[in-house]
């Protein structure tokens, strides 16, 4: 059973790379979530996606892009890293309906120096 | 969205029950409850929902009030690996975008 997949595992940038998060489901669902989660805090929601070709913004999205040309991947793009990007990043994806679970991946921890 | 307080942290014995509160007063008639945990070092993991009866699963169980201003995640045996951070999360079954909102939670700490 693969479920959520997140590459890679870790991740060390310098301040102004630019780096591709993948995230890749095999569960068919229709919605796909971006958090980031800094230490000691909840999951903060970046983007997501309701089906391929729809993305939409969550509560911190600046410095970052995604795209949905599959039901299956929702990548996430950083352009220009920053230290304040450091953080752990986790995907999501979930059936469209409030009474259903969503599954989480294992997360990128990503450093920016 | 309607806001969830949790207790920052709380402590347990292992085998013994734990129950983990959760109020949101200002949860709608279509506010679904809903609990994930989060194990050290791994993304979060759904433990139950409801909405307004009671709810059993093989990991836990869910009492809601009668208000549904508050609801209690019960772990009937804690074990060591339970320790986790708990969330309680509302989710708005008013429209199509579902999406869920993290807050602190409540740090989970099991002794043996």
């Known amino acids: 059973n693969a479920g959520v997949t997140q590459t890679p595992k870790f991740r060390i940038l310098k301040i102004g790379q630019s780096m591709t998060l993948q995230c890749t489901q095999d569960m068919n669902h229709n919605y796909m979530y971006w958090y980031r989660q800094d230490p000691g805090m909840g999951l903060k929601l970046i983007y997501y996606s309701v089906g391929a070709g729809i993305t939409d913004k969550g509560e911190v999205p600046n410095g970052y892009n995604v795209s949905r040309s599959t039901t299956e991947d929702f990548p996430l793009r950083l352009e220009l890293a920053a230290p304040s990007q450091t953080s752990v990043y986790f995907c999501a994806s979930s059936y469209p309906s409030v009474g259903t679970e969503a599954f989480f991946g294992q997360g990128t921890r990503l450093t920016v120096v | 969205d309607a806001k969830t307080t949790q207790p920052n942290s709380m402590e347990s014995n292992e085998e013994e029950p734990v129950h983990l509160p959760c109020n949101h007063s200002?949860?709608?008639?279509?506010?679904?409850i809903h609990w994930y945990r989060q194990l050290p070092s791994q993304g979060p993991e759904y433990v139950i929902h409801?909405?307004?009866s009671n709810v059993n699963n093989r990991m836990a169980s869910l009492a809601i009030a009668e208000d549904r201003k508050s609801s209690t995640l019960i772990l009937h045996r804690a074990t060591l690996r339970d320790a986790a951070v708990y969330y309680c999360?509302?989710?708005?079954?008013?429209?199509?975008?579902?999406?869920?909102?993290f807050g602190k939670g409540t740090l989970l700490t099991v002794n043996p």
């Open positions: 200002t949860i709608s008639g279509t506010d679904y």
């Open positions: 409801g909405l307004t």
């Open positions: 999360i509302l989710m708005w079954s008013g429209g199509s975008n579902y999406k869920l909102t």
